[in-house]
């Protein structure tokens, strides 16, 4: 089975810094999906950012990216200029299809005003 | 705008109740899901729902039976809940339409607690 590793089970940051997010995926595969999803507290998870494993480019949206390696197996993401609303859980998750898709663990978030 | 909604927030029940949890998507989605979230496990796929009444295993279906008689409506049942299906309980759904992105939409989650 494939497997989905956030090694930071908790993270800070100070407002207005940056943060990167660790992540990374066991696969025999070379055709699929990751991505990044947050779950503010209380609230419905919403994806951040999609990266297809096909693309070399790494996916951008607004203050989220994310340093994709395929070789290396490797998919974190990076908030920058963090503000007080991206407080939340964050999970990376794998997928190729519906029998082959898993979430991490999660990271949990803290921003400091 | 799209939308996931699950029937209940928080649930209280007792060993060995049969327990119902809805999920209704208005996307029109063909495949729907249901995780459980427990801490330090992340989100772990229970069953999912490609076409009404049709439904797979997902990782850990054991005590858990689904039901999809509505393309937009999808039921999780816990025949005999025990207190280790105390959990949060997501459900979610995606398209494999023409704009397919493989993105899950989720609903707000029910929290159960099995006393």
């Known amino acids: 089975a494939q497997t989905v590793t956030q090694s930071q089970p908790e993270m800070s940051v100070q407002e207005a810094e940056t943060v990167t997010l660790s992540c990374t995926y066991d696969?025999?595969?070379?055709?699929?999906?990751l991505f990044w999803y947050k779950q503010p507290p209380s609230r419905q998870m919403i994806l951040v950012i999609r990266?297809?494993?096909?693309?070399?480019q790494n996916a951008t949206e607004n203050r989220f990216s994310v340093n994709f390696q395929k070789a290396a197996k490797s998919f974190s993401l990076k908030i920058s200029d963090s503000q007080l609303g991206d407080a939340a859980m964050y999970f990376c998750?794998?997928?190729?299809?519906?029998?082959?898709?898993?979430f991490g663990a999660g990271t949990r978030l803290t921003v400091k005003p | 705008d799209v939308k996931v909604t699950q029937s209940s927030r928080y649930l209280v029940k007792r060993t060995g109740e049969k327990v119902f949890l809805e999920c209704v998507q208005d996307?029109?989605?063909?495949?729907m899901f249901w995780y459980r979230q427990d801490p330090g496990l992340g989100l772990r796929l229970i069953y999912f729902?490609?076409?009404?009444?049709?439904?797979e295993k997902g990782d850990i279906p054991e005590g858990y039976s689904v039901s999809r008689e509505k393309k937009e409506r999808f039921s999780l049942i816990l025949e005999s809940a025990s207190t280790n299906q105390t959990s949060m309980y997501l459900c979610?759904?995606?398209?494999?339409?023409?704009?397919?992105?493989?993105?899950?939409?989720f609903g707000p989650g029910t929290r159960l607690t099995v006393t």
């Open positions: 979610a759904s995606t398209t494999t339409g023409q704009s397919y992105s493989y993105e899950q939409y």
């Open positions: 696969t025999s595969e070379s055709d699929y999906y």
């Open positions: 990266q297809e494993a096909y693309k070399q």
């Open positions: 998750a794998y997928y190729r299809n519906n029998n082959d898709m898993r």
């Open positions: 996307m029109d989605h063909e495949n």
């Open positions: 729902s490609y076409d009404v009444k049709m439904k």
